[in-house]
């Protein structure tokens, strides 16, 4: 009798271990075929290749770069928004870090008052403004973005000034409305605002740097030659 109830201990045991082995087995499999399915795939940029191919190549003969890595490249990006209706209506500084953040794809940091201005009506640490920085990939997009798309939009355009340049190679152009950008639905703006572009590069000059951005196809004013 005790060797009987062994042997139906042992085939309980045996026949309880046997599904844990089975779903143990099946796991791997599952988490395999979920890795298959979801495959990231990277969009190339297109000014970037632009930038390797055809940029480097072109400042290379212009400037006479013996070295690839002397060409003057494009760092980051900046945009600044002031916002002086803040101090009568603090919430229009949340509806335009919305409309900012549609713009650029980038969540915005918000620029607090550091000093009180009785005169101005503003206490230290309300908020006064917006701010982002773009760097690598999205960069290059903005950019392709406003030349190609956003800089065409403006009324009675005649071509981006090529003397905001501050002598260490870096370019600032002010935007007067924000509503050239192909996100911001026109219908649903509630308060129209400029901004600061500021294009921080490399360039050890600003000819180097001006050179640069046009070869990017940015739009700048073409000098009218006197035949007189």
């Known amino acids: 009798m005790a060797n009987e109830k062994k042997e139906k201990k042992a085939a309980k045991t045996q026949t309880a271990e046997e599904p844990k082995g089975k779903k143990s ?16 795939e990277k969009i190339p940029v297109r000014l970037h290749d632009q930038y390797r191919n055809d940029v480097v190549k072109t400042l290379s003969k212009q400037f006479g770069y013996k070295n690839p890595f002397q060409v003057p490249k494009l760092e980051k ?13 603090p919430k229009i500084v949340d509806v335009i870090v919305k409309e900012l953040e549609n713009i650029v794809g980038q969540k915005p940091v918000v620029a607090k008052a550091k000093k009180s201005v009785s005169n101005f009506k503003l206490r ?14 999205k960069m290059y997009e903005f950019l392709d973005k406003l030349i190609n ?30 509503v050239i950008f192909p996100e911001v639905n026109i219908d649903a703006v509630q308060k129209h605002f400029g901004m600061d572009i500021t294009f921080v590069t490399s360039a050890k000059s600003d000819d180097e ?18 035949l007189n």
Do not use: C, W
């Not at 990006?77 to 209506?89: F, K, L, P």
């Not at 740097?209 to 006197?226: N, Q, T, Y």
């Open 25 to 40: 087995a099946k796991k791997p499999e599952v988490k395999e075929s979920k890795k298959e399915d979801f495959v990231e």
């Open 77 to 89: 990006i900046s945009i600044n928004v002031g916002i002086g209706a803040a101090t009568q209506d």
């Open 124 to 137: 230290e640490g309300m908020k006064i403004g917006a701010k982002v920085t773009l760097r690598k990939a």
């Open 149 to 178: 798309i956003a800089i065409p939009r403006i009324r009675d355009f005649r071509g981006v000034p090529d003397k905001s340049f501050d002598g260490n190679g870096n370019y600032t152009l002010g935007v007067k409305e924000h």
């Open 209 to 226: 740097a001006r050179e640069l951005l046009r070869a990017f196809g940015m739009p700048f004013i073409k000098k009218e030659v006197s």
